[in-house]
């Protein structure tokens, strides 16, 4: 079996996928192909639960009254998901889940797409996720602020 269909049956399945050798954009692609909404939740500057949860709320265009914790992502994400014609697919890119204020939340947010899985195969529908993490932010330098979540800095 090749690369293109070893992925298209992981896809297929369901659930969270390891697509080590694969590129973000060929996955994105062959998610789409099927027929799946794909997003990319950028979770890179996400330092909390907040800011990972503002990250996708940004990627898929929930409402304004989504409530910032993990119910709500429940909620919203299965929202979602009946809203697509075949099911959903989201990738996760750097999720910091060594940062220490993020560690039991990334486990908590992948607790919740587990359960969308399942939500998803009882709707017959697919829910697909991957979580690339990307460790610990670096410590940040003496005298520089941290660039702000919404990635701009006021012009000094």
């Not at 997003?39 to 409530?67: H, I, M, N, Q, Y």
């Not at 899985?117 to 017959?124: I, L, M, P, Q, R």
Request: proline content about 4%.
């Amino acid at each position: 079996m090749n690369q293109a269909q070893s992925l298209q049956k992981k896809l297929q399945k369901g659930g969270l996928i390891d697509v080590a050798d694969v590129s973000r954009d060929d996955v994105v692609g062959a998610a789409s192909d099927l027929g799946l909404a794909a997003f990319v939740v950028d979770c890179d500057r996400a330092r909390s639960r907040s800011a990972v949860l503002r990250a996708v709320v940004k990627a898929v265009d929930f409402p304004e009254f989504f409530g910032s914790n993990l119910d709500a992502l429940y909620d919203c994400l299965c929202d979602t998901l009946l809203d697509q014609k075949t099911g959903l697919f989201l990738w996760f890119h750097n999720l910091h889940s060594g940062d220490p204020a993020l560690a039991d939340d990334a486990k908590a947010i992948q607790g919740i797409c587990n359960d969308v899985v399942e939500f998803a195969a009882n709707s017959d529908k697919r829910f697909v996720y991957v979580i690339e993490h990307a460790g610990k932010h670096p410590d940040p330098e003496p005298g520089i602020a941290p660039t702000p979540y919404s990635g701009s800095r006021e012009q000094e």
